[in-house]
Structure formats: C-alpha cells, structure tokens
C-alpha cells in the first residue's frame, strides 16, 4: 500500500512591535521588543517620524529613519534615543534593506513631549540691584538648557523670535546645583522676568517663564528741620529708606520748577551736596545760601549723567524779608472787592480710561498706554485692584517710551465694587509732561485688574490739562498789615493744584506779587514770619485773564495760637480784571 504524504509550508505568526514608554522626554531612551522578528541577513527596525502625509509614508521608509538595527545584531529588543525635539514618532519592522522598504509591523505612536516646566521666585517685588532667588522644575534634558534674566518686554522685537537678544544675566542648567540660584536684579527701576530654555540655539523661545518682577525703590522721603530759615543759617535734615548704591547722594538746589534742568538733569544744579555713603544715621545738615529765595533737597540712587530725584524735600523759605512802610506812607485801601461764588472748572481732559463692568483678573497681560501730541499737566491716576485683599495702595508712575519716569506717587486707596479695601488706587498731582508715548507703571501688577475687554491692559484712568497753545492766567495782588496799614515786601505766596505745589513767589517792596498759571482752581497760600499762615481755598486762574487777590495779614501769630488755631481758611475775594 503506497502511502501519500502531503507537506504544507510553515505559516509564521506577523510580527509585532511594543515600546516601554509611549510619553517620553525629548533625548530619553525608549525601549522596544518584537516578536516573531524577521529573520533575514538584512531586516532592520528603525524609528521615524509619524507623519502619514510625508511622501515616503507609502513608498519607501528608509528614506525617513531617525536610527535603526539590524535584527541580526539583536536579541528581539533593544533600544532608541529619542530626538531632542518634540513630536510624535513611530518604530518600523522591516523585512529587507532595499530600495522600497515598507514596514511589516508598526509600533504604537510615541508621543515625545517636554514635561512641564515652571519658574518660581523668592519674591516678585524687590529694590534694584537686590539678589533674586530662583527654583524650576522638570528642566530640559539638553546639556545646552539655561535660564534667564530679561527685561519685561512683550511689545519688544525679540519677545515673539529670539529672546537671546534680550538677556541680561543667564545660566546654563548644568551648572546648577539643586534646581535652585540667583540672579542680582538691574540697578534701574522696571519689571523683569525669567525664562527657561531648552537649548541655546538661534531662536530661544521660552519653555517656561516665571512671574513678573517688579523692581522699584522703596519709598524714600526727606524731612527738613525748618522750611523757613535766616540768610546763612544750617538746616537739618534725616531721610527715610534711602537707596543703598555707593554713588546714591543727596543735594542742595534752588527751587526751579520751570529751570530747563527740573525735568532732565539736576546735577546741573546742586549748590551742595553728600554721598549718603558717607552720612551716619540718616541724618546731616547743609548751610543754606546767603541769597534770599526757595530751595529744595533732593535725594538721589546714582550719581549719573541724567540725576533724576527719587524724593524730594519741603520747600525751604530762605531770608523771608521784613515788614516795610510804601515809599508814599500812604494807608492801604482794600477797596472794594466781588465775590465768587461758583468757582469755575479747569481745562482738566480725560487722557486714557481703559476700564469696563465684566469680571476681572490680576496681572495684565498687555502694557497699558496713551500717546499725547502735545504737553499736558498730569492731574489724576487711577488703577484698579479688585482682587487686592487689603493690601495697601502702592505706587503709579509713567514712563515715557524714551525711558524717562515721571513719579512714582504714593497713591490713596480707597473701597471699590463690593467693599474691598484699596481696590481703587488714586494719585493727585500737577506734573508736566511732554508729547510721546507713556505707559502706565503699576507697583504692585499681580493685583492690577484687567480682562479681555480691555484687551488685557490695567484697568486705569488718566487726566490732565492740554498745554499746546493754551495762555496762563495771571494771580495777583497785593498784601497789607492792617493794623499798621503798611505794605508787606518778602511774604511767601504758594499755589497748589492737586495738594502739589504749582508756583512760588514773593511780594516785592509795594508789597505786590504776580503769578502764571494754567487755567483751573487754586489753593492760595500766604506765609510770613510772624503771622499766621493764610489759606485761600478754590482761587480760580482763567486763561488769557487776570485774576486779583489781595491778602490782609490781620492777627500775629500769637493771638492765633491763643486761639488754638495753626491755620486761617479764608474764602478768597477776588476781582476779575
């Protein structure tokens, strides 16, 4: 009996590819394993990019691979390091090495991704050329990551292409011990930010990025001893939180608020100065000149070529003068005067208002800012700070886009929307400011409200009196002893808008004094050794117009203080001219 015997060919199980880690880092090691591996001399496994729509994709994967293995070197597994970029990427199994390779087994996609990374701070509010202390997380695997200090900057050039540009201070990671270090903040008053990078190649883009810092001075201030001394005569004065740089000073100057040098240069200035380096105690004196007139102190963080103050004193009254008889002897007659009942309202403008009733959030993300084209008295500055939780009001400034700062003022807070405390933050002033460009300067911008209606910029409002060709009014008058019906030469006469000091003069020997300002309404202030300081409240000043206030010095100082009164608040008479 012939026996037939049929043999079949082998049917081999199709292979399979596994990975250890489907989410790795950017230049970690993955591990794979595959079963029922191709036997022949030349079948290989490779990783590639994942990318269905590449050409290659259906034609040939050699064309594509990252790395690969032979399988007559393995043992069915092995491993791959991973690009250092992120992206997904996939393993091939492949039967032969020839000119149109296409996978017999595929892995799962390997999705490569940075683990989150974030910057943390010591703190984000410190005084210029302070140390910082810094921590991250989850750095960047590349032996080129680092980290840096840059100037807060998001309208800048380089912040959306090559934040390399910008650096102040960096570190490269590896240098680094324990995921912690510092960086000594710019000795000049701004915000900054740190930044976190993967590599240091052409075009350094943030992997991850810390709070904003705000570095700005702690409030300084300068007390005198006396505002109103004898020609020659020694004033003291102490000051509080003074900047701590070697070349910080304090100086002697006249008082000029319109002097070319008010605004760019007081170096130009001094009559006397000291480097704080060289006070002990906070305290020292200066001689005061032999010249009668208003001085003032100002106080200094370097002695540079643009020496802006950061505080400056009262104004001091120099060799006030004495009471004199007119050349004709002749009484003074007051004469008749009109009353005005209802002040009139000043030029002031609303310059900026950027602010709206939809829910809010801390920290703006985009620079609040206003463009004049033409000067302007600044008057009000408001900001909001909804979520504040009672902190105190700060500190609001304006820098002009050519980097110089106007204040910062110490604001007054107030309740807003729903009680909280110090939610409204208001700055009264009387500072010029040319035509450009400013942005609002917040001390404390991780309170400051915004959302997107107001396209992330701080809530704030912004007023002012336009200059451009507008007149001053003139204030004038003359003053009197009445009880000797004599004219009084060397009275301090002071107008103030806002609280602030907007102009000084002194009568002159009839007794007469005239002042320009701009259009609006005036606190008049009348001094005189001997007499009680006088208040004239809500003296209006009309463009292009004159306006005569007359002041009658009725009562020594002594019989006030008998009165238990320091001041005189006086409805002004007035005529206009």
């Given amino acids: 009996m012939l026996l037939l015997i049929s043999l079949a060919t082998p049917v081999y199980a199709a292979p399979s590819v596994s990975v250890g880690y489907t989410r790795p880092e950017p230049g970690q090691e993955v591990t794979f394993s595959v079963s029922g591996a191709p036997t022949g001399n030349s079948a290989w496994v490779g990783i590639f990019p994942y990318e269905p729509n590449a050409s290659w994709w259906g034609t040939n994967w050699d064309a594509a691979d990252i790395s690969y293995h032979y399988f007559r070197n393995l043992n069915g597994s092995g491993t791959f390091n991973l690009p250092y970029k992120e992206g997904d990427y996939i393993?091939?199994?492949?039967?032969?090495?020839?000119?149109?390779?296409?996978?017999?087994?595929?892995s799962a996609v390997i999705q490569v991704r940075f683990a989150e990374s974030s910057v943390s701070l010591s703190s984000s509010s410190l005084e210029p050329g302070e140390t910082l202390t810094f921590t991250y997380t989850n750095p960047p695997r590349s032996d080129s990551a680092w980290i840096g200090l840059f100037p807060y900057?998001?309208?800048?050039?380089?912040?959306?292409?090559?934040?390399?540009?910008?650096?102040?201070?960096?570190?490269?990671?590896?240098n680094i011990d324990g995921m912690s270090d510092t960086f000594t903040l710019p000795y000049e008053e701004g915000q900054y930010i740190i930044g976190l990078f993967v590599e240091d190649s052409g075009a350094d883009m943030p992997h991850a990025s810390s709070q904003v810092i705000n570095v700005g001075f702690t409030q300084a201030s300068i007390s005198v001893s006396s505002v109103s001394v004898g020609l020659g005569e020694s004033?003291?004065?102490?000051y509080s939180n003074p900047p701590s740089g070697n070349s910080a000073w304090i100086g002697l100057f006249p008082y000029e608020p319109n002097a070319s040098w008010w605004n760019t240069n007081w170096d130009e200035a001094d009559i006397s100065y000291h480097y704080l380096r060289n006070i002990t105690g906070q305290s020292d004196s200066f001689t005061m000149?032999?010249?009668?007139?208003?001085?003032?102190?100002?106080?200094?963080?370097?002695?540079?070529?643009?020496?802006?103050?950061?505080?400056?004193?009262d104004v001091i009254s120099v060799g006030g003068g004495a009471v004199t008889t007119s050349d004709s002897g002749n009484d003074y007659d007051p004469g008749d005067v009109t009353m005005v009942d209802d002040a009139v309202t000043g030029g002031e403008q609303i310059i900026l208002e950027v602010t709206n009733i939809s829910g809010v959030s801390n920290t703006p993300t985009a620079p609040t800012t206003f463009t004049i084209d033409t000067p302007y008295i600044i008057t009000y500055l408001h900001t909001y700070h909804?979520?504040?939780?009672?902190?105190?009001?700060?500190?609001?400034?304006?820098?002009?886009?050519?980097?110089?700062?106007?204040?910062?003022?110490?604001?007054?807070?107030?309740?807003?929307?729903?009680?909280?405390?110090?939610?409204?933050?208001?700055?009264?002033?009387?500072?010029?400011?040319?035509?450009?460009?400013?942005?609002?300067?917040?001390?404390?911008?991780?309170?400051?409200?915004?959302n997107s209606g107001s396209g992330g910029r701080g809530f704030a409002t912004v007023k002012g009196i336009p200059l451009g060709?507008?007149?001053?009014?003139t204030l004038m008058g003359t003053v009197v002893e009445i009880d000797e019906g004599t004219l009084v030469s060397g009275v301090e006469v002071n107008i103030?808008?806002?609280?602030?000091?907007?102009?000084?003069?002194?009568?002159?020997?009839?007794?007469?004094?005239?002042?320009?300002a701009y259009e609006g309404n005036y606190l008049v202030e009348f001094i005189y050794g001997g007499y009680s300081t006088t208040l004239y409240e809500n003296v209006p000043v009309y463009s292009g117009d004159v306006i005569h206030l007359d002041h009658i010095f009725k009562l020594p100082v002594l019989a006030i203080l008998m009165e238990s009164k320091y001041l005189l608040w006086i409805r002004p008479s007035i005529r206009r001219l």
Avoid: C
């Fill in 235 to 238: 004033v003291t004065f102490s």
């Fill in 153 to 174: 900057e998001p309208d800048a050039s380089w912040w959306n292409t090559n934040w390399d540009e910008a650096d102040i201070s960096y570190h490269y990671l590896r």
């Fill in 469 to 473: 060709n507008v007149v001053e009014g």
């Fill in 289 to 313: 000149p032999s010249e009668a007139g208003s001085y003032i102190l100002g106080l200094f963080t370097e002695d540079a070529s643009q020496d802006m103050p950061l505080a400056m004193s």
């Fill in 91 to 106: 393993i091939g199994v492949f039967t032969a090495d020839d000119s149109n390779d296409i996978p017999v087994a595929k």
């Fill in 386 to 450: 909804y979520y504040n939780n009672n902190t105190p009001a700060g500190t609001i400034g304006l820098k002009s886009s050519n980097g110089t700062m106007y204040g910062p003022w110490q604001s007054e807070g107030t309740a807003g929307q729903g009680g909280g405390q110090n939610a409204d933050w208001h700055v009264y002033t009387y500072q010029e400011i040319p035509a450009g460009t400013y942005t609002v300067v917040d001390s404390n911008p991780s309170t400051w409200s915004h």
């Fill in 496 to 516: 103030y808008y806002n609280g602030y000091l907007a102009g000084t003069t002194y009568t002159d020997s009839n007794g007469e004094y005239s002042l320009n």
